[in-house]
């Protein structure tokens, strides 16, 4: 596995993240597999842990959990994120040696999401997420639940995270120990993995870390694995930046000439305006991989009845 600093080819410029060259396998063991009428499974390895099916209106996916997921990620000891903390210099460097560190962790792990193709780790949640969607996940995180797009309703069915098994207590064991360590400031970052089909992030390793964070009112810090957008759509994408840049300078320019003095301050300003709007299209994930489920939608219907039985989904509305 290839890995690349984030942004590329800048020096100067804040940490944000890394670049993932992976080289295989063609079929990860942690996939989604889909078939006609919107469905989706997620597997790992032979085991169901997630059927999803959206609704025909587009407004949201219907999600049923299965509890058989596992981390990834080996678990983390409290003498390296201690370690951690201590040997780095600043937070980005913090957050870049977590990044290398699980970067290495799913690389080596038998039932983690990499496949071959481009991929990245970046820090923070997407520049669409909502704060308030936090309460939400703290309250309300069912099992069998839906996830509404647009600002649909109901509102609490609004969320930007999914974890992949129910969040364990405040007062278990592991939790307890990394409120401990949350309350310390050395709590290692939560792995979220962007699943398009879902339009929302699936918690991939930190669960109870996520669960601690939440449990003393704060969030945890994240780390957020998505495929690596393609340049070909980035460029399609800034297209419209781009072009109202290009007239906002036209008419700064004529008021420079006509001995504006403010004018080459605000054309600054604006090539500071067009970076920021160009960071934030392309930075842009790639769509999540679909492999073709075998038998297709009866084979999914089968899955619904002995992984969730007594599920129902309204998708026709």
């Known amino acids: ?66 509890g058989r997921y596992t981390s990834p990620v080996p678990p983390l000891r409290a003498a390296l994120a201690h370690t951690y903390r201590e040997s780095s210099a600043d937070q980005d460097a913090w957050l870049a040696r977590w990044a290398h560190h699980f970067a290495t962790a799913l690389r080596e792990s038998s039932n983690g999401p990499l496949h071959e193709g481009g991929w990245q780790l970046q820090p923070g949640m997407s520049s669409y997420a909502v704060d308030a969607y936090w309460d939400t996940l703290a309250q309300h995180d069912p099992d069998r639940g839906h996830i509404a797009w647009f600002s649909g309703s109901p509102a609490h069915d609004s969320r930007d995270i999914l974890p992949l098994r129910p969040l364990s207590a405040p007062d278990a064991p592991r939790v307890r120990a990394f409120r401990r360590q949350y309350r310390e400031g050395v709590l290692p970052p939560v792995v979220l993995w962007g699943i398009s089909a879902l339009d929302t992030a699936v918690v991939l390793d930190g669960h109870d870390r996520l669960a601690a964070a939440l449990a003393e009112g704060g969030r945890p810090p994240v780390l957020r694995l998505n495929r690596e957008g393609l340049p070909e759509l980035h460029a399609l994408l800034a297209e419209p930046d781009l072009r109202a840049y290009q007239e906002r300078i036209a008419a700064l320019q004529r008021q420079r000439d006509a001995g504006d003095p403010l004018a080459p301050s605000k054309i600054a300003n604006e090539g500071r305006r067009l970076a920021r709007e160009l960071h934030r299209t392309c930075s842009g994930s790639h769509l999540t991989r679909g492999w073709p489920l075998p038998g297709g939608p009866a084979a999914w219907d089968a899955l619904a009845r002995q992984h969730a039985p007594g599920w129902h989904p309204d998708t026709d509305n």
């Open 1 to 66: 596995m290839q890995r690349t600093t984030l942004p590329r080819s800048a020096s100067g410029v804040r940490w944000d993240g890394l670049a993932l060259g992976v080289d295989g396998p063609a079929r990860p063991p942690l996939r989604a597999e889909v078939a006609d009428g919107r469905r989706l499974v997620l597997f790992q390895g032979d085991q169901v842990v997630l059927l999803a099916r959206q609704r025909v209106t587009h407004r949201g996916v219907h999600y049923a959990r299965t």
